[in-house]
């Protein structure tokens, strides 16, 4: 057995096989073959795979995200077949006499850079969906399987880190853990754990190295952050004993359900999920979660090769409202840009992404994209109680702004006769220290605040939160962080609207107490999160407010 110790981001205990996802294939090598026939035979056989395969996953989307979204299964399926391409891989062949695979490869860059070279923006989106049907026959053809984690049962996903491109395709059912060498206890990984409920382990370092594990039997523990290879029976019997804890856990928290989230002297609070793909419904459903207080909507971009339309988004968006029968669902706006990179945005490279073209700056540079979503989001809203959130506000002239953008879209969708509610909340995250500063003129021109408390921290403390090696300078409990926070739901009051949090310190038992002695209406957790949080909340008793504060106060 080996132990390995890294950083807990999602508790739980894990037993299985350790599946290293690769990001990057290795160079294609280049060979003659002798027998040119049989190699165009190993191509044209491969390629009715790859079909066969796309075929396969167009039904399962079918069933999982509709027609809109199942249709780049059957886009790609025609590519494999397209004359040109296949004209080229069969010409480098036999003019050749090379392996069909670095035929592939050297047509899938060649094609890739065409489409890239080209001035027409959906032409140049086309390169991406190239070097997804040539990595796909190049999997085939190495005898990979043919998803990053195809397996007959669910296994431990290992990997340096993942981007929130790769977490949100992945096959959630086929998911027992995540594992990574790097990545913080904030980053897309983590989160998405959290929203699963499963156990993840961050920050393993570079000793966790996929050629010496992958395939092998591992245990993790998502709360004390340790991997065990080859655990032995003693290990493994703690931790299926520790297994077993959680689940009777688990079953007596479901006691909660049906009870409001109420401190003992009546003091309400809501308790809410955040959410970032309608297949997490369910965990919500099962978790009794009031509504959902953080739809991440960017799911629908980062899941597509292109812009994905009005009536896609407006399907995805009435799932969710529909599902949720009246409980109110806050959808924010697409929160595109420095970790969450979509290659057909085509945004520049910056020096300090986290900083720069994103979220609400991408939205109100190029308004396009963001009235097609305003209209999806107002036409949902007749299906549910819908509420739209704003991310990366930093002034009173952003939200003006898109307050101006909003009413067009209302005006239009008036003038068409389509069906919305009125009445939508509109509000914003308070995410950078400028806008906790300013939230009493903020307060003034929206219904409500939710403090992202992720980006909170970094900017207030000047912290990269995707950077490992600055974990200990990362302080969600930073004096300066509570501050702004209380701030703001003192400012949001004072002005008659209602303020939550929906950043991951909303689900941090040791302040709760603190949240609610600040007045905070409403916090939104990941759905694993919410009935424990609803215990905590029925276990305090706050009429000793002032004490709470004066003691906030002492340690601040």
């Given at each position: 057995m080996k132990s390995l110790q890294g950083s807990g981001a999602s508790g739980g205990v894990a037993i299985g096989t350790l599946k290293f996802y690769r990001h990057d294939r290795q160079l294609v090598s280049r060979r003659r073959v002798e027998d040119v026939q049989a190699e165009l035979?190993?191509?044209?056989?491969?390629?009715?795979?790859?079909?066969?395969?796309?075929?396969?996953?167009?039904?399962?989307?079918?069933?999982?995200?509709?027609?809109?979204?199942?249709?780049?299964?059957?886009?790609?399926?025609?590519?494999?077949?397209?004359?040109?391409?296949?004209?080229?891989?069969?010409?480098?062949?036999?003019?050749?006499?090379?392996?069909?695979?670095?035929a592939v490869a050297i047509t899938g860059e060649n094609f890739a850079k065409m489409f890239s070279d080209m001035d027409d923006d959906y032409m140049q989106g086309r390169a991406a969906d190239v070097k997804d049907i040539s990595e796909r026959l190049l999997r085939v053809l190495e005898g990979e399987q043919s998803d990053a984690i195809d397996a007959d049962q669910p296994v431990i996903v290992a990997a340096d880190d993942l981007a929130p491109s790769e977490t949100v395709q992945l096959d959630k059912s086929k998911i027992l853990?995540?594992?990574?060498?790097?990545?913080?206890?904030?980053?897309?990984?983590?989160?998405?754990?959290?929203?699963?409920?499963?156990?993840?382990?961050?920050?393993?370092?570079?000793?966790f190295q996929a050629e010496l594990y992958d395939g092998k039997t591992a245990a993790i523990d998502g709360a004390t952050g340790q991997l065990y290879i080859e655990p032995d029976k003693e290990t493994q019997a703690a931790l299926l004993e520790k297994q077993a804890k959680l689940a009777e856990r688990k079953r007596l928290l479901t006691q909660l359900k049906g009870l409001p989230g109420e401190t003992q002297d009546g003091q309400r609070i809501l308790t809410y999920a955040n959410i970032g793909n309608?297949?997490?419904?369910?965990?919500?459903?099962?978790n009794d979660a009031e509504g959902i207080g953080l739809f991440r909507s960017e799911f629908l971009y980062l899941e597509s090769?292109?812009?994905?339309?009005?009536?896609?988004?407006?399907?995805?968006?009435?799932?969710?409202?529909?599902?949720?029968?009246?409980?109110?669902?806050?959808?924010?706006?697409?929160?595109?840009?420095?970790?969450?990179?979509?290659?057909?945005?085509?945004?520049?490279?910056?020096?300090?992404?986290?900083?720069?073209?994103r979220a609400i700056r991408i939205c109100l540079t190029r308004q396009e994209?963001?009235?097609?979503?305003?209209?999806?989001?107002?036409?949902?809203?007749?299906?549910?109680?819908v509420a739209i959130m704003f991310p990366m506000i930093a002034s009173v002239w952003e939200i003006q702004e898109v307050k101006k953008i909003a009413a067009q879209v209302r005006a239009e969708l008036t003038a068409s006769g389509v069906p919305f509610d009125e009445h939508v909340e509109l509000g914003i995250m308070i995410e950078t220290p400028a806008a906790a500063v300013l939230s009493n003129q903020l307060a003034k021109e929206v219904d409500f605040f939710s403090i992202g408390t992720n980006d909170l921290t970094q900017y207030t403390t000047a912290v990269d939160r995707q950077n490992q090696d600055l974990g200990r300078f990362y302080d969600?409990?930073?004096?300066?962080?509570?501050?702004?926070?209380r701030l703001t739901v003192e400012n949001a009051h004072r002005n008659g609207i209602w303020a939550g949090i929906c950043g991951e310190l909303g689900a941090d038992l040791s302040l709760t107490e603190t949240f609610l002695a600040f007045g905070v209406d409403e916090l939104s957790v990941a759905p694993a999160s919410v009935l424990p949080l609803r215990e905590k909340i029925r276990s305090l008793n706050q009429s000793n407010r002032q004490a709470i504060l004066d003691r906030y106060l002492e340690v601040r």
């Amino acid at each position: 057995m080996k132990s390995l110790q890294g950083s807990g981001a999602s508790g739980g205990v894990a037993i299985g096989t350790l599946k290293f996802y690769r990001h990057d294939r290795q160079l294609v090598s280049r060979r003659r073959v002798e027998d040119v026939q049989a190699e165009l035979e190993r191509f044209q056989t491969a390629q009715a795979a790859a079909i066969d395969q796309l075929g396969k996953l167009y039904e399962k989307a079918l069933t999982q995200v509709g027609e809109q979204g199942a249709q780049i299964f059957e886009i790609h399926q025609m590519m494999l077949e397209d004359d040109d391409y296949c004209d080229s891989i069969r010409s480098i062949i036999e003019r050749q006499s090379v392996n069909a695979e670095y035929a592939v490869a050297i047509t899938g860059e060649n094609f890739a850079k065409m489409f890239s070279d080209m001035d027409d923006d959906y032409m140049q989106g086309r390169a991406a969906d190239v070097k997804d049907i040539s990595e796909r026959l190049l999997r085939v053809l190495e005898g990979e399987q043919s998803d990053a984690i195809d397996a007959d049962q669910p296994v431990i996903v290992a990997a340096d880190d993942l981007a929130p491109s790769e977490t949100v395709q992945l096959d959630k059912s086929k998911i027992l853990a995540f594992a990574t060498a790097g990545g913080s206890v904030s980053s897309h990984t983590a989160i998405l754990a959290r929203t699963m409920g499963i156990p993840a382990i961050i920050g393993l370092g570079p000793e966790f190295q996929a050629e010496l594990y992958d395939g092998k039997t591992a245990a993790i523990d998502g709360a004390t952050g340790q991997l065990y290879i080859e655990p032995d029976k003693e290990t493994q019997a703690a931790l299926l004993e520790k297994q077993a804890k959680l689940a009777e856990r688990k079953r007596l928290l479901t006691q909660l359900k049906g009870l409001p989230g109420e401190t003992q002297d009546g003091q309400r609070i809501l308790t809410y999920a955040n959410i970032g793909n309608p297949s997490d419904l369910g965990a919500v459903l099962a978790n009794d979660a009031e509504g959902i207080g953080l739809f991440r909507s960017e799911f629908l971009y980062l899941e597509s090769q292109d812009y994905p339309s009005e009536n896609e988004q407006f399907q995805a968006y009435k799932s969710v409202a529909e599902t949720m029968a009246g409980k109110r669902v806050i959808f924010r706006t697409l929160d595109i840009g420095a970790d969450k990179q979509v290659d057909y945005f085509h945004l520049p490279k910056e020096e300090n992404p986290a900083m720069g073209m994103r979220a609400i700056r991408i939205c109100l540079t190029r308004q396009e994209i963001f009235h097609t979503q305003l209209r999806a989001l107002y036409r949902a809203s007749a299906y549910g109680r819908v509420a739209i959130m704003f991310p990366m506000i930093a002034s009173v002239w952003e939200i003006q702004e898109v307050k101006k953008i909003a009413a067009q879209v209302r005006a239009e969708l008036t003038a068409s006769g389509v069906p919305f509610d009125e009445h939508v909340e509109l509000g914003i995250m308070i995410e950078t220290p400028a806008a906790a500063v300013l939230s009493n003129q903020l307060a003034k021109e929206v219904d409500f605040f939710s403090i992202g408390t992720n980006d909170l921290t970094q900017y207030t403390t000047a912290v990269d939160r995707q950077n490992q090696d600055l974990g200990r300078f990362y302080d969600p409990h930073h004096p300066a962080v509570l501050e702004l926070i209380r701030l703001t739901v003192e400012n949001a009051h004072r002005n008659g609207i209602w303020a939550g949090i929906c950043g991951e310190l909303g689900a941090d038992l040791s302040l709760t107490e603190t949240f609610l002695a600040f007045g905070v209406d409403e916090l939104s957790v990941a759905p694993a999160s919410v009935l424990p949080l609803r215990e905590k909340i029925r276990s305090l008793n706050q009429s000793n407010r002032q004490a709470i504060l004066d003691r906030y106060l002492e340690v601040r």
